[in-house]
């Protein structure tokens, strides 16, 4: 006996509403953040100075803004994710969890977009 | 909420440190979500231009600022070293109990190692300009 919906089946959604999609994009925005993460430790910690010509140099050289904005965006995605099922295992009532579920969303947006946005217009400002 | 029969909660089990790693998984997340707004603010001084950078460098070199770095390193390391073992565990390798026990100490061995050469080296730059 199944306690599925033909229409669920149909879908291939579960109890959970949708499928491993969350989960799966957790851990392989997990994965492409490990180097990622990485390559920003060893890079902040080596930087000699924090003058902003020290830190936009490093921001626009070669490829930099390319890993910085994979960086932001990836991390932007697994975080928004990571709180997302916190929230939903500690903030209790319908209210307080969609508004705080609604107010990541927005905040994680924000970051992604003013990330990306920060590192162009360093890259097409020039090193002074 | 309709009334159903609830599994036993967490509180029911023997505590093992094993569950504390876990809640610090979570934990180190949800500071790398603030690192991650720090992150963003530091990379919007920069693409603001050198005049907003400077007037906002000696907030980023205080040290209230540098005891954060020290914290989102902690953070990140941790997230970084238990979040490899969770990928493990995901592809279904190390569910023994006694292999997610040992793989929890050398998550907690190697964290602490890595953090201290980071903050090593975070001191030695003091982030000065």
Not at chain 1, 27 to 47: E, F, K, Q
Not at chain 2, 38 to 53: E, F, Q, S, T
Request: with cysteine; glycine share 8%; aromatic share 12%.
């Amino acid at each position: 006996m199944t306690m599925r919906t033909p229409l669920g089946r149909v879908l291939y959604h579960g109890s959970a509403h949708d499928g491993v999609g969350h989960w799966m994009v957790e851990r392989v925005t997990g994965l492409a953040l490990a180097p990622l993460s990485l390559w920003l430790l060893v890079s902040l910690l080596s930087l000699p100075h924090v003058d902003y010509i020290s830190a936009s140099a490093w921001v626009a050289s070669g490829w930099n803004p390319v890993w910085l904005s994979l960086l932001v965006l990836l991390s932007a995605w697994h975080s928004w994710l990571g709180v997302q099922v916190v929230v939903e295992d500690y903030v209790h009532g319908f209210g307080a969890k969609t508004g705080t579920l609604l107010l990541s969303t927005f905040v994680h947006v924000l970051l992604a977009l003013s990330g990306v946005y920060a590192v162009l217009r360093t890259v097409f400002r020039g090193v002074p | 909420m309709p009334e159903r029969p609830l599994s036993p909660h967490v509180w029911h089990y023997r505590w093992a440190y094993t569950m504390t790693l876990s809640i610090l998984h979570r934990l180190t997340g949800l500071a790398l979500t603030l690192a991650l707004v720090g992150l963003v603010l530091w990379l919007a001084a920069i693409g603001l231009g050198p005049a907003r950078y400077v007037a906002w460098l000696p907030w980023l070199t205080a040290w209230p600022a540098m005891v954060l770095y020290g914290l989102a390193i902690v953070a990140l390391v941790y997230h970084f070293c238990n979040g490899l073992r969770h990928l493990a565990w995901d592809v279904g390798r190390g569910y023994e109990r006694r292999t997610a026990r040992t793989s929890g100490w050398v998550v907690v061995s190697v964290a602490i190692v890595a953090a201290l050469v980071c903050l090593y080296f975070l001191a030695r730059h003091g982030a000065g300009p």
